[in-house]
């Protein structure tokens, strides 16, 4: 099965969960939309313009498709941009965008556009987003949200996304679970005492490389259907290779592995249930255990250390599925969320409390509200967009303490050293 087929899978999945779930909406804010959606309100109708039409994309032009056809949320595919123009047109054909451009400034451009859903090579995200924003409009971009090494493009973004009124959201579509908010709480309330240690991970078969990324066309060359310096960006400049242009996460120049590919997934929850703040030291091993066909990791760890006096383990593998104490949707591994006073984790559709040994307090359980949901994640995304809201349920400041954490892991794997945070001159010390 293709990564396309798995996304649409999910989403219909997810459907019957969404039905019993979203909220409503509220009005949107004038500043940064089209002239004729200047008076917006609960009911006006929103553009949605996809950057990057490749594997990911499925799942979002569904799951957009489902929200227009079935749940009659006024909402419309306005436009699709992407630098292979035949994977452009096959997309806009399916889900009826009015407009294709192989520019995505144009269309940022584009006035009919109110809302950006960025999934392109994780190299484009960090300037894409900023040029969204800029032009006022909302975003939802995939994760990770910047490239391993684009750290000083990440801070720009979060000034961006902070001295915007537009609503950002990362594509950690795991963060609609219920059960993160929920313990999220319970840590707030002092249940565990103070936290002193999580650890959470992804294992998964499977390279994400030659077996899954098909190349579209083996015959496929730069021209004007293939548009290869846009692809580069600001990467290296290198010769066309076709395998780069449609196996891009295999090579180091455009992805990371594990650590930006599958960890922001489990560790966004974690970082939000712990109320952390910047990342201060982190450590990383790792390696090709597996799939040497590939320039990036495949196997991952990575310890973490914060300010606030805890260590966070991020454990994983692609070459082997097991999860250890189960998984929980997008999420991967289930976390454990260590304090003084005992221990939080998950057991079925239940958050379980343990008591350290020595506390006075007892066992509990608390049933979960509900479970993740990427037709409901992108519902509540559109209702911050039509409100004003910009406090969606994965921001850009919980996306930027989680970055850095990845970047500085995947700098100090590289150097085989420890990486530091310098936080007054907000740089990454390796």
């Keep these: 099965m293709n990564n396309e087929r798995k996304s649409k899978s999910k989403v219909q999945i997810t459907r019957r969960q969404f039905i019993h779930g979203a909220a409503s909406a509220a009005a949107v804010t004038a500043a940064g939309i089209s002239p004729r959606r200047a008076a917006a309100g609960a009911n006006e109708r929103l553009g949605i313009g996809f950057i990057g039409c490749g594997g990911r994309s499925g799942a979002h032009f569904d799951a957009v498709h489902w929200l227009i056809t079935q749940a009659k949320e006024p909402v419309d595919i306005v436009a699709a941009c992407d630098v292979y123009r035949p994977r452009m047109e096959s997309r806009a054909k399916a889900y009826g965008a009015a407009k294709m451009y192989m520019d995505y400034r144009e269309l940022l451009a ?105 190349i579209d066309d083996a015959n496929a060359k730069p021209g004007p259907d293939l548009n290869w310096d846009a692809f580069l960006g600001e990467m290296p400049k290198r010769p066309f290779d076709v395998s780069r242009f449609f196996r891009w996460r295999m090579y180091e120049d455009y992805a990371g592995g594990p650590s930006t590919d599958l960890f922001p997934h489990s560790l966004t929850p974690v970082l939000s249930i712990l109320g952390v703040g910047m990342p201060s030291v982190v450590v990383a091993t790792g390696g090709k255990f597996r799939y040497e066909e590939r320039e990036i990791p495949d196997t991952y760890n990575t310890l973490i250390d914060f300010p606030e006096k805890l260590t966070v383990a991020v454990l994983g593998t692609q070459a082997n599925d097991y999860q250890g104490a189960g998984s929980r949707g997008a999420g991967g591994r289930i976390p454990v969320i260590r304090g003084w006073d005992g221990t939080l984790t998950i057991e079925g559709n239940e958050i379980v409390f343990i008591p350290a040994d020595g506390s006075n307090k007892k066992p509990q359980r608390f049933a979960i509200d509900h479970g993740e949901d990427f037709v409901g994640y992108w519902k509540e995304f559109l209702n911050c967009c039509r409100s004003g809201r910009t406090e969606t349920l994965s921001t850009m400041d919980l996306a930027f303490k989680v970055q850095t954490a990845m970047q500085m892991s995947m700098l100090a794997l590289r150097a085989a050293k420890t990486a530091r945070f310098d936080a007054e001159r907000q740089e990454i010390v390796v």
Aim: hydrophobic residues 35%; charged residues 25%.
């Design 110 to 214: 584009d006035p009919n556009v109110d809302v950006v859903c960025i999934a392109t090579p994780d190299h484009h995200h960090g300037q894409q987003a900023i040029d969204a924003i800029k032009a006022g409009k909302h975003v939802y971009c995939e994760k990770p949200v910047t490239h391993w090494r684009q750290f000083e493009l990440t801070k720009r973004l979060a000034k961006t996304v902070a001295d915007s009124n537009r609503a950002f959201q990362l594509g950690t579509q795991g963060m609609y679970d219920g059960a993160w908010t929920q313990m999220k709480k319970l840590v707030a309330d002092g249940l565990i005492g103070a936290p002193v240690h999580a650890e959470c991970g992804y294992f998964r078969v499977g390279d994400w490389g030659e077996r899954g990324m098909p």
